[in-house]
């Protein structure tokens, strides 16, 4: 059952002309690839609002299909029928190139991630390498989004977004700069293969030690800040900039637009899974039985539930807050996590390092989070009630 999915693709590439096989190989790979993400997102969108309402204590889609579950659907066909306007000033070419140049990025990036044992589409030796070039494809999306169509407020929208998106991604990659120094490879398949193994009953993954678990932290709120999920949605702030660089786009386009910020969401979080949860590694030796794949969605589902949580629980930041945040906080902790991987090498298995590397870890963060709350002017809450 683990190589299932792999036997298939063999037998399909061996049974094609061998000068077509690489050809056939690599379609089946991308539409796989599409295929899941897609149904993913679909699963995902519904989950998500009945999630929400379940937090708000409303009840969510109920009306199309047993329980709501067909609301995708409904949604995708909604998509595909309304009308596209297009603004008359505004540069129609760019316009339309726009979103599909944020979807293709983050499906690109997903051909590195391995979802399983022999299931990669792309092995590279430098694979984190790639999926970090490509995903910087996306600030591009929005900038292009935000001036061609020619309105003050996706304009503001889009500058919002990019200065977003580069601030968080120094300690995005920063971040996952320690577990490049202590696997010694930017091959996301040796990445996992070095966190395979257990010691103690626990698995070897670099979560489970102090420099790993900053990172990991560090990695996780970097990466809702690039996917402009709450409560880093500014870019999207209706109350400020209505629907932020999108506000132009309707039918389709818009749908391509949220297609592409959930598949970067998958794609961030399947990174985070294979350099810091192990990849498609079970957690305990005696649960290996269980399909490779299975772990590796089970992992992303649970943080897609981390996502849905944070964004039902957290109300937005204000711009200055995301980015004294970013360069006031995340930046530092990620150099400091950086010292803390090289100290952690270099020392000698024992509780000693475990020790040293925790101090290392936690002083900065409370003398970093004194600092940052010191600037700040937050009253004591009052509650006023009419008489």
Same mark, same amino acid.
């Given at each position: ?8 693709k063999?037998?399909?590439v061996?049974v094609a002309?061998?000068?077509c ?11 796989g690839?599409i295929?899941?993400?897609?149904t993913?997102?679909a ?7 009945? *999630?929400?309402?379940?937090?708000? /204590? ?6 199309v299909?047993?329980f709501?579950?067909?609301q995708p ?5 909604k998509?595909?029928i309304k009308?596209?306007?297009?603004p008359?000033t505004?540069?129609?070419v760019?316009?339309?190139?726009a ?12 051909a ?5 044992? /022999?299931?990669?589409a792309?092995?590279?030796?430098? *694979? ?5 070039a490509v +995903? ?10 935000g001036?061609?169509?020619r309105?003050?407020?996706?304009? $503001? ?11 968080y ?5 920063l ?7 202590i696997? +010694?490879?930017l ?6 293969? !070095?966190?395979?193994g257990?010691t103690?009953g626990l698995?070897r993954?670099?979560v $489970?030690?102090?420099?790993?678990l900053a990172?990991f ?6 990466a809702a800040?690039?996917s /402009?999920?709450?409560?880093?949605d ?7 900039i ?9 039918? #389709?386009?818009?749908?391509?637009f949220?297609l592409?910020?959930y ?6 979080s399947? $990174?985070?899974?294979?350099l ?15 399909p490779?794949y299975?772990?590796f ?6 943080l897609?539930?981390?996502?849905i949580?944070?964004?039902g @629980?957290l109300?937005?930041?204000?711009m200055d807050q995301?980015?004294?945040?970013a360069w ?7 150099l400091?996590n ?5 100290i952690w090498w ?7 390092r475990?020790?040293?590397?925790s #101090? $290392?870890?936690? *002083?900065?963060?409370?003398m970093l !989070? ?11 809450? @009052? ?5």
């Open positions: 059952m683990d190589q299932i999915f792999v036997t298939s063999h037998w399909l061996k002309p061998a000068q096989a690489p050809i056939i190989s690599a379609i089946i790979s991308v539409a690839i295929g899941v993400f897609a993913l997102f699963i995902t969108t519904v989950l998500e609002r009945k *999630g929400l309402g379940r937090i708000q /204590n409303r009840y969510g889609p109920n009306r299909g047993p709501g579950i067909l659907l409904a949604d995708g066909v998509a595909i009308e596209d306007i297009v008359r505004a540069d129609s760019v316009h339309f190139l979103p599909l140049v944020l979807v293709a990025p983050v499906f690109l990036a997903l590195v991630v391995p979802m399983g044992r /022999n299931m990669v792309i092995d590279m030796d430098a *694979g984190v390498l790639f999926f970090f +995903g910087a494809a996306t600030e591009l999306s929005v900038f292009m989004a001036w061609s169509s309105n003050k407020y996706s304009l $503001l929208g889009a500058m919002r977004a990019i200065a977003q998106m580069i601030s991604e120094v300690p995005l990659i971040s996952a700069v320690t577990v490049i120094m696997a +010694g490879s091959s996301t398949v040796k990445i996992v293969e !070095a966190q395979a257990y103690g698995p993954w670099f $489970l030690t102090p420099w790993g990172g932290i560090l990695f996780m709120i970097a800040a690039e /402009n999920r709450s409560p880093f500014l870019p999207e702030g209706e109350s400020e209505i629907a932020g660089y999108y506000i132009e786009y309707s039918g #389709f386009k818009f749908a391509l949220f592409g910020e598949i970067g969401m998958f794609a961030v399947g $990174l985070a899974i294979t810091f949860l192990g990849g498609w590694h079970a957690p305990f030796a005696f649960l290996t039985w269980i490779s299975v772990w969605f089970g992992k992303l589902l649970a897609i539930a981390v996502f949580w944070v964004r @629980t109300p937005r930041l204000r995301l980015m004294n945040f006031k906080f995340m930046l530092p902790m990620a400091i950086l010292v803390t991987a090289g270099f020392l000698e298995p024992a509780i000693s475990w020790l040293i590397c #101090f $290392l870890v936690l *002083g900065p963060y409370i !989070a004194r600092g940052l709350l010191q600037g700040s002017k937050v009253g004591k809450r @009052t509650y006023r009630y009419a008489d």
